[in-house]
């Protein structure tokens, strides 16, 4: 538990320093999104923060086997289907975990404060209903 | 755009996904541990996410304060809005993703450096479901006559897939080949260490300390997440200690394991 809030640390550094610095919020599907948007005039440092984010997993998975285990053991249909509805979802709600649950709630966000109750209840009942079918 | 903008951004890029990476965010079964409120309810990504939004709110703090961040004009905040059904419907959907295999969005990127092909899968069929969502919406705006911008937006997304994250992820296979393809295959007994039971299965090994696989065939009933085990080969050679560290097909961080000869003990447990 110990190491995993040093990863929480980690985490609000790098998204409170990015605002400090930048005034830019630090939710990972908006900045995947207009990184990819040929419209957008600030594309660059958005693919830069993508490409970070990869790189600090590259960094930790060779100090910590394990630490990526990937996508878990399931068939590639449902990933698909479940990569699809990520995307969709937080690309109609302008937010994930990160932009709504992690940049919103720390701001006070209604928005997405409501956000997080709706995503969290339902990946609470898609657990329960995956485990109920299983 | 600045070098100095280029410089946060991938430094709070790396750090993000350090953090991600560190805290057990990246792995799918964690997640659907903390969304498993009903059954074996796994409280660390509460936690992480508590830790890393009280830094976040204490550094948001200083900047509104200031009311403009340290090396830029603006704070760009996101248009306040009313919490309508637009909002509710999207988060519904993207919960639902979330739980049907506990990756979401930042964790699926950094999980690209472990060079899992399934990863690949989700984050392109993510990022399809995104730049899909921003063109209907960019056409909503703009009216039904829309310009080159959609054909322009999906060309880069292809073109960022095949000319960023190929040469990526290759080059992270190539990393990470040692972790990923498994050394040697072994017929196991995996002992519970708490109830003693045992059960043969399929093991592939990944390293000195690194994971192993177990096959499908192998009964999960005697270990669930977050159980100790030992390895033995062949019903003879203790291969050494594990911790069970998902579900469906079982993977196993091996936590000592020690090829020339048996593990004194598991670190942490009574001999």
Same mark, same amino acid.
């Given at each position: 538990?110990t190491?995993?809030m ?23 599907s908006g ?17 830069l923060?993508?490409?970070? *984010?990869?790189?600090g ?14 996508? $878990?053991?399931?068939s590639?249909?449902r990933?698909?289907?479940a990569? +699809?509805?990520?995307g969709v ?8 975990t ?7 709630v ?27 079918a299983? | 755009m600045s ?6 951004a ?8 350090a953090?991600?990476?560190?805290s057990?965010?990246t792995r799918?079964?964690m997640?659907?541990?903390?969304l ?16 890393? +939004?009280?830094i ?8 509104m304060?200031r ?10 905040? $996101? ?11 999207g988060a519904?959907?993207?919960?639902v993703?979330w739980?049907l295999?506990g990756?979401?969005p930042g964790?699926?990127?950094?999980s ?5 092909p ?11 479901g ?10 909503a ?5 829309t310009n ?8 880069r997304?292809?073109?960022?897939a095949?000319t ?5 992820v ?10 990923l393809?498994?050394?040697t295959?072994?017929?196991c007994?995996?002992?519970?260490v ?5 059960s043969?299965a ?17 009964c999960?009933a005697?270990l669930?997440?977050?159980?100790s085990c030992?390895l033995?080969?062949g019903?003879t050679r ?6 069970v ?5 079982l993977r ?9 000869g048996p593990m004194?003990? *598991? ?5």
């Open positions: 538990m190491t995993a040093f990863g929480g640390v980690s985490i609000g550094l790098g998204a409170g320093l990015l605002f400090l610095l930048e005034g830019r919020i630090a939710g990972v900045i995947l999104a207009r990184g990819l948007d040929p419209t957008d005039d600030a594309r660059a440092w958005r693919l923060f993508v490409a970070g *984010l990869v790189a997993g590259a960094i930790v998975a060779m100090l910590v086997p394990g630490a990526l285990p990937g996508a $878990p053991g399931v590639t249909p990933l698909v289907a990569g +699809a509805l990520v979802g937080s690309g109609i709600a302008n937010g994930c990160s932009g709504h649950g992690l940049c919103g720390a701001r006070g966000s209604t928005r997405s404060i409501a956000a997080v109750a709706t995503f969290m209840a339902a990946g609470m009942l898609t657990v329960l209903a995956v485990g109920v299983r | 070098q100095r903008t280029s410089l946060v991938a430094g709070s890029g790396v750090l993000f996904g953090g991600l990476a560190v057990g965010l799918p079964e997640v659907q541990g903390f498993d409120v009903t059954g074996r309810w796994d409280p660390t990504l509460g936690v992480v996410m508590a830790v890393a +939004a009280a976040n709110a204490a550094l948001v703090a200083v900047a304060r009311r403009r961040p340290l090396c830029a004009e603006t704070l760009s905040l $996101p248009a306040t809005g009313r919490v309508d059904r637009r909002l509710l419907a519904a959907v993207f919960g993703g739980g295999v990756i979401c964790p699926a990127l950094t690209l450096a472990s060079g899992d399934s990863v690949l899968a989700f984050v392109a069929a993510m990022t399809a995104l730049v899909l969502t921003r063109v209907v919406a960019t056409r705006r703009d009216g039904r006559r080159h911008k959609e054909s322009a937006m999906l060309a997304f292809f073109v960022f095949v960023i994250l190929l040469p990526g290759a080059q992270a296979v190539t990393l990470a080949t040692p972790l393809q498994g050394d295959a072994l017929t007994a995996v002992t519970n708490g109830t003693q039971e045992a043969l399929s093991v592939e090994m990944f390293g000195a300390t690194g994971m192993a696989v177990l096959a499908d065939d192998y999960g005697t669930g997440p977050r159980q030992q033995v080969e019903g203790p291969l050494g200690f594990c911790q560290t998902g579900s469906g097909k196993l961080t091996i936590i000592g394991y020690d090829a020339a004194a003990a *598991l670190p942490g447990t009574a001999k």
